[in-house]
């Protein structure tokens, strides 16, 4: 029997950029817990702190000490401390690995994690982003295997696709529309009323759980694929020797022209979900042509942007061994710390291949965190010298500000991948 919506109690696992705006938004009218496993991450919350800048702060703070028996947050990386819960929401990370499979580990380590606390009449919502199918043929046979329960008779599913957009305080995790599902009729039913009790948007009530995940995977396949398109438009309108943002400005007059815009696709979701997809249809033995050459466009953008950068080093009569370059930006989008699947760093190691001594700047993202995940080192101090070439990465708004003049000669190179600056001022843009 499925539960009573008023007597959830909510366990949020994974504590990132989904996770926490999620469990803040929960804790406002059901009792939830936040649990990570990084214990740095659970020992800043807990203070108050959110170095992903997805979360208001004085609202964190307010949630943690909320005195309300039924509703409030608890942080935390102990997990005997969500065993008392009834409903928990895995937002954990879902990757590729290095030759862009899905990497499973963090969605089955939390399946198993909870099927170990797991009691009769919980139920499990999945908003980890995956294939068709992923939640009933991956996740739930590791539930009952760690808790001797049986799925849809002890326990049920859910599954809810994130769509949370990093950095943007506007669209909001509220104000964007919710698809839901559950693994019966009374689940889905209890699932789609417990987010909407939090999302002023509205919700959407999929069939059943792997239409909603299908959903959440051509979301992102579809923007990755037009962002291919137009990124293929560059490197032919730069081998007629046209300015892309010229000819997208002038077809974009008409009405129903899309206007997408060249660039690198990095992040959390478009350079990555596509992959997930294009997976599920290879195991059904079909290879998915338009998807993967839109993968193949977009993940080698970054190495036509450095020897693009090179080339026109040449001509100004540039030697490239030991030249000293400086890409602005490191983050995987403007005014936003997030670097996951960032493809600057694509730009990055093609200039250091050439000889290239690179310097980044990038005053959002964290250095402990790129020297981590990339082992390069970045400053968040605007360089006091000038270089042979500069590489605009990222539109952070610090960036619009600057005077070029500082960072460069008469005879540098500058190349604007957003195509956000004077066109007087750069030498070439995607």
């Known amino acids: 029997m499925v539960q009573e919506l008023k007597s959830a109690k909510i366990a949020v696992i994974g504590l990132g950029y989904v996770g926490l705006p999620l469990a803040l938004e929960f804790s406002k009218k059901f009792k939830t817990v936040g649990y990570d496993i990084n214990s740095h991450r659970v020992r800043e919350l807990a203070s108050g702190k959110d170095s992903t800048l997805e979360a208001d702060e004085s609202e964190l703070k307010i949630a943690l000490g909320n005195g309300d028996p039924h509703a409030g947050l608890k942080i935390t990386s102990d997990r005997n401390e969500i065993e008392v819960c009834n409903v928990y929401i895995v937002t954990v990370p879902t990757p590729v690995d290095s030759s862009k499979s899905p990497d499973l580990r963090p969605l089955i380590s939390a399946s198993a994690s909870i099927g170990q606390i797991l009691k009769k009449g919980d139920i499990v919502i999945y908003e980890s982003t995956t294939y068709p199918g992923c939640t009933e043929e991956d996740c739930v046979p590791v539930l009952e295997s760690n808790s001797g329960l049986v799925f849809n008779q002890d326990f049920y599913c859910g599954y809810s696709p994130e769509r949370i957009n990093p950095g943007d305080k506007v669209n909001t995790l509220t104000k964007i529309m919710k698809v839901t599902s559950g693994s019966t009729p009374d689940v889905a039913d209890f699932v789609d009323a417990l987010y909407a009790s939090i999302i002023a948007a509205g ?137 996951r699947n960032t493809r600057v760093v694509d730009i990055v190691s093609e200039l250091k291949g050439f000889g290239c001594m690179v310097d980044i700047y990038d005053p959002w993202a964290n250095e402990e965190e790129v020297k981590h995940e990339y082992g390069l080192e970045i400053t968040k101090e605007s360089p006091g010298m000038s270089y042979e070439a500069v590489v605009l990465a990222v539109a952070h708004d610090e960036f619009l500000k600057l005077d070029f003049s500082v960072l460069t000669t008469t005879n540098s190179v500058v190349f604007d991948i957003k195509g956000v600056l004077d066109k007087s001022l750069v030498d070439s843009r995607l």
């Open 203 to 339: 919700t959407h009530k999929a069939p059943n759980i792997k239409v909603a995940e299908a959903s959440k995977a051509i979301e992102n396949a579809q923007r990755d694929v037009n962002i291919s398109f137009v990124n293929e438009l560059a490197l032919i309108f730069d081998r007629i020797g046209i300015d892309t943002n010229d000819v997208l400005a002038a077809a974009g007059t008409k009405w129903n022209f899309l206007k997408y815009k060249p660039g690198l696709v990095g992040g959390h979701c478009i350079g990555v979900d596509p992959y997930y997809l294009a997976h599920k249809a290879e195991t059904l033995g079909y290879h998915p042509q338009v998807i993967l050459s839109g993968r193949r466009v977009n993940d080698n953008m970054g190495m036509f942007v450095a020897n693009k950068v090179v080339k026109l080093m040449i001509q100004k009569g540039h030697t490239i061994k030991g030249s000293n370059v400086l890409v602005m930006g490191f983050t995987f989008k403007e005014n936003c710390p997030d670097i």
